[in-house]
């Protein structure tokens, strides 16, 4: 019973690379006649999660690059045309990929399932700016869902559905497995990470940081998130105390030593607040709105979560 | 279960087949349209955070493009890092002007373009900024005495003529000026790139008073306010419209719902021709712009709330302001900078003498400016062949002091 399925397996190959390199050769991507299902995803980090769900019984073509900002990527006339041919597009949503949200909808209109992953999974609202969210969006849904993993496994689950429902030919019974599988490495993560956190004191549960996007984890996890500016490169060469004022205050009112913010010139930026404040200060980076390339120490959602946990725990429970 | 799928491909595989045949085909067909990544991104009404040969940074890279006409040395100072780049010569520019990437110096053969490498997209509520290779983006014909105004999408070159040609900015990002659109009719003044149009104020006759016309980026005119600018001079956007300077006060044109309409913001009273505001200086991005007002007081223009408000100061060199409660900067004769309270006047803080030489002799423009961004103000002294960095709201602290081994006579900050 096995030769056949293999060699079919073969056969399908060869088209498919038959057609890979005749695209190849007319210098455009056109992946699109490809005989196999086609999942197309938008941002990376759900790529990887519908990856795992979908296995070996689609394509899944994720359209975000690694290391891009999902707010901002674009795609290619080509990558636009695949969209509206997938058997499935996944998207994040809730505004998040503003560039590519009218292509999802414009395959939605031509007859294409689409699904929506932010929406479905009971999003946030943004915080006030006061209270750590960002300065014109209080009120508006938080796209950024991916930093609480319990929603991950209910869009994974979800996703699962949806590639059952309206993507032709692949084994459900596979993707129900994969799925599982899955969902049980999520659940692993979950544990893991609370027990991570358990580690640090209840009053240093605190995020000084720029970003935007923990607020799930926050939530999840029972972690303040404080909003400061990150000072400028121009400023960092000769800093005022009025320039490091938004991030003392902030380290202050949380009464923590640790940053957690993208800065150019990190040991900089450590330098003159440890100036400013006396005493050890770390500048900790996380990943945030991106998985990074292979090796890049976050190239999975796995191992993205895994990465951001031990430096929050390491730069809460030391100094 | 292997028969299903064994049966989906003896289906398949022909189909697959045809598919690959007609693929090969269609492609060829569109080749126009998709062998080139670049163009296709650049037609999506804003352009994506990734691009080609850029990095993207966290936070502004602010750069200043430094030339002097008489050597022709030309530099471009990185204030993230504090190096210099040197880039080939341009002498006897008549100006320095920026859209915040590109530098602008007309001179005799022609107006040079240099990509700074530096620059800033605004996603409205969120921003990304961008570094890259400092490098030459060609000349533009137009020489001395040429006007360039820029937005995101184009470059327009106002000749001493009056005669206006338009450039596409994605060309002068790969490095090339590309080939013009000319713009109809003579203009007073810079034609000035704007909501995705071109704001002029034109003559019908040889001695008429200009009005504004307003044209499309393709160059065909629209809907003008009526309204016009008596002896115009100075210009400036800002988020509330674009100004022009005309005699008897300022002349404000936005965009609302594709609409353009022109409000008048007058002196209160009428002024000998030298106390008019006739060169603005501000801030990208703010509201608040700065003039001299004659040789001792500075013209404060509030766009907002469409005041003018005269600041007496000493004599006057050069003048800017951060705007948003930040103070009045100026440059005063003694060769020290002087912050002032813009909304009472009073003098603030001072600076020790920042200047080398005599500032009283600079003359014909190519004095001292002061450029402010978000956090910094930077004072160019070109005899002293250096550039102060100033923390304004920190009592005018010169927090780093630039040496260079040139005359940096003219100075545009670029990064936004």
């Given at each position: 019973m096995t030769t056949p399925k293999r060699t079919v397996l073969r056969l399908r190959r060869l088209l498919a690379a038959l057609i890979t390199l005749a695209c190849a050769s007319t210098a455009t991507a056109c992946a699109s006649g490809d005989e196999r299902p086609q999942v197309v995803v938008t941002t990376n980090i759900l790529g990887d999660v519908t990856r795992e769900v979908v296995g070996d019984q689609a394509d899944v073509t994720v359209l975000m690059e690694p290391g891009a900002d999902p707010h901002s990527f674009g795609l290619s006339a080509v990558q636009a045309a695949e969209l509206e041919q997938a058997d499935l597009v996944v998207f994040n949503g809730l505004g998040l990929e503003e560039n590519v949200l009218r292509h999802v909808e414009a395959a939605h209109e031509a007859g294409v399932a689409t699904f929506e992953a932010g929406e479905a999974v009971d999003p946030l609202t943004f915080r006030k700016q006061a209270d750590g969210g960002p300065e014109e969006e209080a009120g508006q849904p938080d796209p950024h869902f991916w930093t609480d993993p319990d929603r991950v496994r209910r869009a994974a689950g979800l996703i699962a559905g949806q590639v059952i429902a309206h993507v032709d030919g692949v084994d459900e019974e596979a993707v129900r497995d994969n799925a599982e599988r899955y969902d049980a490495q999520l659940a692993r993560l979950t544990a893991w990470m609370e027990k991570s956190f358990d580690r640090i004191p209840e009053n240093r549960r605190a995020l000084v940081t720029n970003h935007h996007v923990f607020g799930y984890l926050a939530d999840r996890f029972g972690f303040r998130v404080i909003g400061a500016v990150i000072p400028s490169g121009t400023t960092l060469a000769s800093p005022s105390s009025s320039d490091l004022r938004s991030l003392t205050e902030a380290m202050r009112e949380a009464g923590v030593r640790t940053v957690f913010a993208d800065s150019s010139r990190p040991t900089r930026l450590a330098e003159v607040l440890r100036t400013e404040l006396g005493g050890e200060v770390r500048v900790v980076e996380l990943h945030s709105e991106s998985l990074t390339g292979k090796g890049g120490g976050a190239d999975t959602y796995l191992r993205m979560m895994r990465a951001n946990t031990e430096a929050m725990t390491a730069g809460l429970t030391t100094g | 279960?292997?028969?299903?799928?064994?049966?989906?491909?003896?289906?398949?595989?022909?189909?697959?087949?045809?598919?690959?045949?007609?693929?090969?085909?269609?492609?060829?067909?569109?080749?126009?349209?998709?062998?080139?990544?670049?163009?296709?991104?650049?037609?999506?009404?804003?352009?994506?955070?990734?691009?080609?040969?850029?990095?993207?940074?966290?936070?502004?890279?602010?750069?200043?493009?430094?030339?002097?006409?008489?050597?022709?040395?030309?530099?471009?100072?990185?204030?993230?890092?504090?190096?210099?780049?040197?880039?080939?010569?341009?002498?006897?520019?008549?100006?320095?002007?920026?859209?915040?990437?590109?530098?602008?110096?007309?001179?005799?053969?022609?107006?040079?373009?240099?990509?700074?490498?530096?620059?800033?997209?605004?996603?409205?509520?969120?921003?990304?900024?961008?570094?890259?290779?400092?490098?030459?983006?060609?000349?533009?014909?137009?020489?001395?005495?040429?006007?360039?105004?820029?937005?995101?999408?184009?470059?327009?070159?106002?000749?001493?003529?009056?005669?206006?040609?338009?450039?596409?900015?994605?060309?002068?990002?790969?490095?090339?000026?590309?080939?013009?659109?000319?713009?109809?009719?003579?203009?007073?003044?810079?034609?000035?790139?704007?909501?995705?149009?071109?704001?002029?104020?034109?003559?019908?006759?040889?001695?008429?008073?200009?009005?504004?016309?307003?044209?499309?980026?393709?160059?065909?005119?629209?809907?003008?306010?009526?309204?016009?600018?008596?002896?115009?001079?100075?210009?400036?956007?800002?988020?509330?419209?674009?100004?022009?300077?005309?005699?008897?006060?300022?002349?404000?044109?936005?965009?609302?719902?594709?609409?353009?309409?022109?409000?008048?913001?007058?002196?209160?009273?009428?002024?000998?021709?030298?106390?008019?505001?006739?060169?603005?200086?501000?801030?990208?991005?703010?509201?608040?712009?700065?003039?001299?007002?004659?040789?001792?007081?500075?013209?404060?223009?509030?766009?907002?709330?469409?005041?003018?408000?005269?600041?007496?100061?000493?004599?006057?060199?050069?003048?800017?302001?951060?705007?948003?409660?930040?103070?009045?900067?100026?440059?005063?004769?003694?060769?020290?900078l002087h912050g002032y309270d813009i909304a009472t006047g009073e003098p603030v803080a001072r600076t020790g003498r920042l200047l080398t030489g005599d500032p009283g002799a600079v003359t014909g423009g190519h004095g001292p400016v002061i450029e402010v961004d978000r956090s910094r103000a930077y004072l160019n002294d070109p005899e002293g062949s250096r550039v102060h960095e100033i923390d304004y709201n920190d009592g005018l602290r010169v927090a780093r002091t630039f040496d260079l081994d040139m005359k940096p006579a003219l100075m545009v900050e670029t990064g936004r």
């Open positions: - | 279960m292997s028969l299903s799928v064994r049966r989906n491909v003896t289906a398949g595989a022909p189909a697959a087949l045809v598919a690959l045949a007609l693929l090969t085909a269609g492609c060829a067909g569109q080749d126009d349209d998709t062998s080139s990544p670049q163009g296709s991104s650049t037609a999506s009404a804003t352009p994506h955070g990734y691009v080609e040969g850029a990095q993207e940074a966290a936070e502004q890279q602010s750069r200043l493009v430094l030339n002097d006409p008489v050597t022709g040395d030309t530099r471009t100072l990185d204030l993230i890092t504090g190096r210099t780049h040197e880039t080939s010569r341009t002498a006897g520019a008549t100006d320095l002007t920026t859209d915040g990437r590109f530098g602008y110096l007309p001179a005799e053969d022609g107006t040079r373009v240099l990509d700074t490498g530096a620059w800033t997209v605004d996603h409205g509520d969120h921003v990304h900024y961008y570094r890259a290779a400092i490098r030459d983006a060609g000349t533009f014909p137009a020489g001395p005495g040429a006007r360039v105004r820029g937005d995101a999408a184009v470059t327009a070159v106002t000749g001493e003529d009056g005669r206006a040609a338009v450039y596409r900015r994605a060309d002068l990002e790969q490095g090339r000026v590309g080939s013009p659109r000319t713009l109809p009719g003579t203009h007073a003044g810079a034609v000035v790139p704007y909501a995705e149009h071109l704001l002029t104020l034109t003559r019908d006759g040889r001695n008429g008073t200009p009005k504004v016309a307003v044209y499309d980026r393709a160059g065909g005119r629209v809907t003008s306010p009526d309204a016009t600018c008596e002896d115009p001079a100075g210009d400036a956007v800002t988020r509330r419209g674009v100004v022009f300077g005309c005699a008897d006060g300022a002349l404000l044109v936005r965009e609302d719902d594709g609409h353009f309409t022109a409000e008048r913001i007058p002196y209160d009273r009428g002024l000998p021709a030298g106390e008019r505001a006739s060169s603005f200086r501000h801030r990208a991005g703010s509201d608040t712009l700065t003039a001299p007002a004659g040789d001792r007081a500075v013209w404060v223009l509030d766009v907002t709330e469409r005041t003018w408000t005269r600041v007496e100061t000493g004599p006057v060199v050069a003048a800017n302001t951060a705007g948003e409660g930040s103070p009045l900067l100026v440059l005063e004769t003694d060769g020290a």
